[in-house]
């Protein structure tokens, strides 16, 4: 079993349909780093989060330290979304990341 | 642009040869990663070097070394190229030293062993 499991895999949305991708892992963490891949493969930080949730825009970011679960919300999403969403954990100075979500938003 | 350079763009070489790929954070970031992407392993640390020196150590292959120089700019070294070495390259840069600092990435250096 992978240390850090995210679901779904895959995951086609029509556009303006509320999404919500989901990360899950099996060690204590010090943070959580969700992380967009374009289709071109450049890689953009989107959130840190050791505890609660954050906002930037239509994206929501969620974490429960308790339940070793974070999630990752769209709102309102739009093609320009399609991407590869990938979670990473930190423990001091190891890091552990997630397989990806893929995600289309159909127009 | 998230202000991180890496060179080349893309590699070609052979089985068994060494190559050099670099990278250069954004001003004022003191650490550099280093990843590798390959589709069958998804993404993985390699290294991290703060301000020259090794900070922490990750998934990294006896053959393949890292450097950061005095100018901040760092370097991977991949020897004895195996076909399983293609792979994307990433670096990242942050400002801080632990891991967990906001990292901003290069667009990556794509490396085909044949």
């Known amino acids: 079993k992978n240390e850090v499991e995210q679901s779904p895999q895959n995951l086609t949305a029509q556009e303006g349909e509320f999404i919500t991708i989901n990360c899950s892992y099996s060690?204590?963490?010090?943070?959580l780093h969700w992380l967009q891949q374009h289709p071109g493969g450049g890689i953009v930080s989107l959130f840190m989060?050791?505890?609660g949730k954050k906002k930037h825009g239509r994206l929501i970011a969620t974490i429960n330290i308790q339940e070793k679960h974070s999630s990752l919300h769209i709102t309102a999403s739009h093609p320009r979304d399609s991407a590869v969403y990938i979670c990473a954990v930190y423990n001091n100075n190891d890091m552990r990341f997630g397989a990806g979500t893929r995600l289309t938003v159909k127009p | 642009d998230s202000g991180v350079t890496q060179t080349p763009k893309h590699l070609i070489t052979a089985t068994g040869q060494r190559v050099t790929l670099r990278c250069s954070p954004r001003?004022?970031?003191?650490?550099v990663y280093w990843y590798q992407q390959s589709l069958d392993q998804g993404l993985q640390f390699l290294i991290q070097?703060?301000?020259?020196?090794?900070?922490a150590k990750g998934n990294i292959l006896e053959r393949f070394s890292a450097q950061q120089f005095p100018d901040l700019h760092s370097e991977l070294n991949l020897s004895s190229l195996e076909l399983g070495d293609s792979a994307l390259y990433f670096c990242?840069?942050?400002?801080?030293?632990?891991?967990?600092?906001?990292?901003?990435f290069g667009p990556g250096t794509r490396l085909t062993v044949l």
């Open positions: 001003s004022g970031d003191l650490s």
């Open positions: 060690v204590g963490i010090s943070a």
């Open positions: 989060l050791s505890s």
């Open positions: 990242a840069s942050s400002a801080g030293v632990m891991v967990y600092n906001e990292q901003f």
């Open positions: 070097y703060y301000n020259g020196e090794e900070r």
